[in-house]
């Protein structure tokens, strides 16, 4: 890959190629989603708020004239709302080049989804997880088509415990349920690109992950908020790593995207290794079962 300084000048054109960015009216997905409207792709901002949602995409088009960008609602805390989106989607659009997961919780107080599933686990990793079994088929049919997942350097404090994944029986840790969200969004990008072919498939399964980015995630930690003015980068770089696995030609399934500094905590995009238990084959596998029982959804074969 271009080492050190790849932006989003790097991009190539994306006319004719439709994405989806979740979590896209703010933070990293929204710059995301602005670049590649920028880049020509038709983009769809899936989000919670459609009122925020139409906000920064109005922002968008103000920047970019010809920025072909629309809001669909989407919570993926709520399976049914996630059934609804793909088949709004289904109906309007032929096909989809890109899906970048980018949506998600961080920390907040114990809370479940509609399902009763822990907020996070449900919200980062299952409601993606029944996202994408959802439009797998039309992903594809499209050529050089790509799925980003979007995790954490918190990844490697995370630890799957398939007794209470909801936190149910254990005293509520948020960082620890945050950190197993997101090796789980690990689990499931390995798992995927597997279960696709690995280097037989026209889809690439990526992951990225934003190093220290000062967003509105951050809202149910007083410290790292605190702390954000010190160490942390603007979304504009955060989106980066994103940006270049949804895009750069070198991309390769199974690869991981970070920022290339200190601690990977900022700077430009980079390839990098998630740790050793991000890829212990067995607990992809469990999870994937147990990820298809809870959600009902079934990738097909």
């Known amino acids: 890959m271009k080492a050190q300084k790849w932006d989003i000048n790097d991009i190539a054109d994306q006319t004719g190629r439709v994405a989806i960015v979740t979590g896209s009216n703010s933070g990293i997905g929204f710059a995301t989603a602005r670049a590649l409207a920028v880049k020509n792709a038709t983009v769809i901002m899936a989000v919670r708020n459609e009122g925020k949602g139409e906000e920064a995409a109005a922002k968008i088009r103000s920047e970019s004239q010809n920025a072909d960008v629309h809001v669909m609602k989407l919570d993926l805390s709520d399976l049914t709302s996630i059934r609804t989106f793909t088949d709004e989607f289904k109906a309007k659009y032929s096909r989809l080049d890109l899906l970048i997961n980018n949506a998600g919780v961080m920390v907040p107080p114990y809370s479940k989804t509609a399902e ?10 299952l409601g993606h997880f029944a996202l994408t079994g959802l439009l797998i088929d039309l992903i594809k049919q499209a050529p050089n088509s790509r799925v980003v997942n979007v995790s954490s350097l918190a990844h490697t404090m995370g630890k799957l415990d398939f007794d209470d994944l909801n936190w149910e029986t254990r005293k509520y840790k ?9 090796i789980a969004n690990l689990y499931f990008t390995y798992g995927l690109q597997k279960k696709l072919g690995n280097g037989t498939s026209n889809v690439t399964v990526a992951a990225a992950h934003p190093g220290w980015t000062a967003t509105e995630l951050q809202r149910h930690s007083p410290l790292t908020s605190t702390l954000n003015f010190f160490f942390a980068q603007n979304t504009s770089m955060g989106a980066l790593p994103t940006l270049y696995a949804a895009t750069a030609p070198d991309v390769k399934g199974g690869d991981f995207f970070g920022p290339s500094g200190f601690k990977e905590m900022k700077g430009y995009p980079k390839k990098v290794a998630s740790n050793p238990l ?6 992809a596998k469990r999870l994937w079962a147990v990820s298809e029982n809870l959600t009902g959804i ?3 074969d």
């Open 278 to 283: 991000s890829h212990d084959a067995e607990i």
């Open 174 to 182: 948020k960082w620890q349920a945050y950190g197993a969200s997101k």
């Open 116 to 125: 009763g599933f822990e907020l996070q686990m449900g919200t980062n990793h």
């Open 298 to 300: 079934k990738f097909p």
